[in-house]
């Protein structure tokens, strides 16, 4: 029998709480500054990471934000995204959907253009040279307005048949999903569909107001349900996908301890948990370290571990067909591992 770590990697998973902007490494930030002599605060790799040291989203936040300003061409998109699917290849991905957050570029003067043509770039060579199947989410950054987000929307327009969905990330507390009612309903309007953070650092009202108000596909994150029995029956009940990320709990102390973190009583309530990484590069794993950092922590057995894998594609936004296709390969890996 192969090692748990083997195990993991072994397993076909998607990945559908990706940041694409939190893959960046400091290497890549360090070369791509170089290339568009853009200066940096940092005088090594070792100081960027040292830096990555959060008690908060918000620590988090101020320092991924400054980061991305090494991003500046569709090559760099590119670059990142090739990256990130290099890496995730050796984890087992076979299908990601990935988040981007437009308006921090756009907000720099970077084109909306620039980053999704060097996004979808690296797609289409992703599925080419590790078979890996990829899907884009537009995210709204819910501490900006209701109009910029609609504007984003706007600016999206060309490429709306290219996107998958719209998400909502960035500060959760104070802005709460109400803030979006409406530019999600014509996000719905045009086909796309819907997922949110909700629940991280927010309290379970936030979760509610995202299943009611927003009307979501799919939680990011949605930790903080679990203080309202009430909402886990309803999530249960309902079959909705939560994505989960471990180390990024741990990094924004989320939870105090790995031994705390709730994932195996999310399965064990009978909630559809997934484990992400949310943004690899700053919270130490990608995600076959996520699904072995809480395996390791909270003793989840080869059954729970198939049973995240499974959820994985469940809940993606992938077709009937493709999803069937996905669960039986994960049941022959099962059957001969
Ligand atoms: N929460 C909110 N916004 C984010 C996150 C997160 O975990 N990662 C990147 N943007
Ligand atoms: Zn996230």
Redesign the pocket.
Known sequence: MTDLPAFIRGLPKAELHL?IE?SLEPELMFALAARNGVAIPYGSVEEVRAAYSFSR?QD??DI?YAGADVLRTAADFRDLALAYFARVAADGVVHAEIMF?PQTHTARGVPFGTVIEGLLSAMAEAEAKHGISSALIMCFLRHLSEEDAFATLRAAEPWLPRIAAVGL??S?LGHPPAKFARVFAEARRRGLRLVA?AG?EGPPEYVREALDLLGVDRLD?GNRSLEDPGLVARLARTGMTLTV?PL?NLK?CVVDDMADHPIDRMLREGLRATVNS??PAYFGGYVADNYLAAAEARGLDRRDLAALARNSFLGSFLPDEAVAAHLARLDAYLAAA
Do not use: A, I, K, V
Request: aromatic letters at 12%; glycine letters at 6%.
């Open positions: 940041h939190g989203l988090f936040l991924y957050d990330d960035s959760e953070h991280e994150h990320c990024s924004l949310d943004d």
